[in-house]
């Protein structure tokens, strides 16, 4: 089957569509032919040789699929061939065909593209695992997102809105922040021009945000700290703004606060198959009924994956970027 692979780490150029072996299905796993790949930012950090996959997984990038299933291995009984499914992944989604455990695979909901469902599996678990089931949002509480119109970040919106939770946003242009408007953002601020801890205090009448969901790490830590609510919540799942800050841990005392860090590729699959329960429970629903979309601002052929990867890190796009086969 083909397949991307990374030879040597480097630049978008450094993803190679090559001729890999075909995955078998052990006990309790799937295969799936794969129709298309989300493209994360953790599949450019692995490219780069920062993001190596766990010990024993496939080193082929890719976190979540669309597909149908098109074999299973032994104690699979939810799933049988010619299923249309999505998947979240460990790796191994850049290809023609991906084994992932059965626990970790969704029904593409009524009314979604088989290819746009590719878009949900990788951001719906980390928004509802880390909001939701880590950071306890409760409705008409503020939830502060990093990068409003990326994938999380756009999925993080729909979601907060729909439990009654109250919505901030950081983008870098106004036609990004515009979006996040469009999808239910309330607060709306432009980090290249504005301050986001003086943004949401006056927002808020003072009282700061009571989640802040947060992509950039180090560079953002103080400042996250300073826009806490008393009791708040700062979940942080990304590190693009580096890995290492100095925290005062007196201000954090004195809000009662927490800083939490989390990722989701290395957890154990049993924690991931609760995770994806979770979702399939709470989020597909919404999704059925169309309250909540997927978010597709692209898609490039599986051959295409350095212009793919060239998009995402110029940040000019709204929602998802997608690798069809």
């Known amino acids: 089957m083909k397949a991307i692979t990374i030879p040597t ?5 450094a993803l190679v569509l090559s001729d890999v072996d075909t995955p ?3 006990p309790g796993q799937v295969r799936i032919t794969v129709v298309a790949a989300g493209v994360n ?8 040789g920062f993001y190596d996959p ?7 990038p890719g976190l979540e699929v669309s597909g149908t299933v ?11 061939v010619g299923d249309q499914v999505c998947a979240l992944l460990t790796g191994g989604g850049y290809a023609e065909q991906v084994v992932v455990p059965a626990g970790q695979v969704l029904p593409v909901p009524n009314g979604i593209d088989l290819v746009d469902a590719a878009a949900l599996p990788e951001v719906v678990s980390t928004v509802w695992s880390n909001v939701f089931l880590t950071a306890n949002l409760q409705p008409g509480e503020t939830l502060l997102v990093h990068g409003g119109s990326s994938g999380i970040g756009t999925m993080a919106i729909q979601l907060a809105r729909e439990v009654g939770a109250r919505v901030a946003v950081t983008a870098g242009s106004q036609e990004k922040l515009d979006f996040c408007r469009e999808l239910g953002a309330e607060i709306l601020v432009n980090y290249k021009e504005q301050d986001f801890v003086d943004v949401v205090r006056e927002a808020t009448d003072g009282h700061g945000a009571d989640v802040i969901l947060d992509n950039m790490g180090a560079k953002y830590l103080a400042r996250n700290v300073d826009t806490l609510a008393t009791s708040g919540r700062l979940v942080i799942i990304g590190m693009q703004g580096g890995t290492k800050a100095e925290l005062d841990i007196s201000r954090l005392l004195r809000k009662r606060a927490a800083v939490i860090a989390t990722t989701l590729r290395a957890r154990p699959a049993a924690e991931k198959a609760t995770i994806v329960a979770a979702v399939r429970e709470h989020v597909w629903p919404m999704l059925a009924d169309g309250r909540v979309r997927p978010v597709v601002h692209s898609r490039h052929a599986l051959g295409d994956a350095s212009a793919a990867h060239a998009e995402m890190e110029a940040s000019t796009h709204l929602g998802k970027i997608l690798l069809t086969t």
Do not use: F, K, M, N
Request: proline content about 15%.
């Open 70 to 80: 098109d074999a299973v291995g032994e104690d699979v009984s939810e799933w049988v």
């Open 24 to 26: 078998e299905p052990g």
């Open 54 to 60: 766990p010990p024993g997984e496939t080193e082929i």
């Open 9 to 13: 780490p480097g630049g978008p150029e």
């Open 41 to 48: 930012r953790a599949d450019t950090l692995q490219r780069q």
